[in-house]
């Protein structure tokens, strides 16, 4: 605490020192990144956070087909291709794209070392969820059928990040604005969603339902079903910096469903049958998303990676743990039951809710069958980071 400390008043001390706001930052990479005013630095003690394994010890692999998984990463690649630790793989790779199913099997086990995700206490268990890209019906004028905004990056919001001159602290932002000459926390949920709409002026649409627009700004992207028949994707831009708190436990807490009956589905039928209080469930998550419109027909939005997400192959992680772009070979079981769910995924994303060393969120892909699977998916899991060979020799 007394390091948040220092930090914060080192911040302030460097902020409100300048009698002009600074220029607004630039458009930030497609990214869907912790929630969260500051974030904590990576443990260092305990068990290594990877073990390499031998391909026999994963459980799965040889009954999975990771040619269903080669077209996700030749988009790692993309991304990865300029690194020198991935060009082999990533080059190799390409010559693979229309390989058999045991042609991919080899090219991984060639280029690639498996290593087991651990807990520091030596543990290997996890927890995965899953997130979709939901359909909301919507317009670009507020109107009788469309109250609710959805809100642009607004111009006013800071991301302070004083990496470059204390590398110590990297892992460490702040969100905020200035008021007069002081940087103070921005407007929570409340405050945007309150009387005096500080954020006026920065609608992109308007939408039919408080609720289905919060688990838009949970689930970071999707689609608006305009009256004209036009659909636009729309896509995480930033986050007010206010930390992330579960809607879901609030309700477990008051006793309004069990664990069990925890889902997406089952949030929904609770506002529904309970409409006066609402926004009050709604207020106790203070973060909130803002978003960007994608030009074109997007079939699928980017993810952190900047590359364009895989149903059912890619996921998001935390990235502290597992570097982006990386291929995952994940054990976990099927939504709501213990059928077995083995395959290979690429870590391509980030989330709000998604932090941990095992911690992952499956990516269903869009419209209601995809939410259908992602809002009752809280399953245990466990992982492998599939790591470059180059990258391993290198070490």
């Known amino acids: ?145 469309y109250p609710y905004p959805l809100y642009r990056r607004p111009d006013d919001l800071l991301v302070i990040d004083l990496s470059d001159v204390y590398p110590d602290l990297s892992n460490y932002r702040l969100r905020g604005r200035i008021e007069g000459h002081r940087v103070v926390p921005y407007w929570d949920r409340d405050e945007i969603d309150g009387d005096a709409q500080p954020l006026a002026g920065h609608e992109l649409f308007w939408v039919a339902d408080p609720v289905e627009l919060f688990f838009l700004q949970i689930q970071g992207s999707g689609r608006i079903l305009l009256d004209d028949g036009e659909r636009v994707m729309v896509n995480y831009a930033d986050q007010n910096g206010r930390p992330y708190r579960s809607i879901g436990k609030y309700l477990l807490d008051r006793g309004a469903m069990t664990r069990d009956q925890m889902s997406m589905q089952n949030i929904r039928a609770w506002a529904r049958n309970n409409p006066s209080e609402v926004s009050n469930l709604l207020s106790q998550n203070p973060s909130y998303v803002f978003f960007r419109e994608l030009d074109g027909d997007v079939q699928s939005p980017p993810g952190a990676l900047g590359v364009p997400l895989t149903p059912g192959r890619s996921m998001a992680v935390d990235r502290r743990y597992i570097p982006l772009g990386a291929p995952v070979f994940v054990e976990t079981t099927w939504p709501n039951t213990d059928r077995p769910l083995r395959r290979l995924m690429m870590a391509q994303d980030t989330g709000g809710a998604i932090k941990g060393k095992i911690r992952g969120d499956f990516f269903w892909g869009m419209g209601d069958q995809a939410g259908s699977q992602a809002g009752r998916m809280k399953q245990p899991a466990r992982f492998w980071v599939l790591m470059p060979k180059d990258e391993v020799d290198s070490q």
């Open 1 to 145: 605490m007394k390091k948040l400390y220092w930090l914060i008043v080192v911040i302030l001390l460097l902020l409100t020192a300048c009698a002009q706001p600074p220029e607004p930052p630039p458009e930030p990479l497609p990214d869907v990144e912790e929630p969260i005013i500051v974030e904590e630095p990576v443990e260092k003690e305990g068990t290594p956070l990877l073990q390499p394994v031998f391909w026999q010890e994963i459980p799965g692999w040889q009954q999975d087909n990771p040619s269903l998984a080669l077209g996700a990463f030749l988009k790692s690649c993309s991304s990865l291709r300029w690194r020198p630790q991935w060009q082999t793989a990533c080059q190799q790779a390409v010559t693979m794209e229309h390989g058999s199913e045991l042609e991919v099997r080899a090219f991984f086990e060639r280029y690639f070392v498996p290593y087991q995700v651990s807990q520091s206490d030596g543990s290997t268990d996890g927890l995965m969820t899953g997130y979709y890209v939901p359909d909301l019906k919507g317009g670009r004028v507020a109107s009788a059928a």
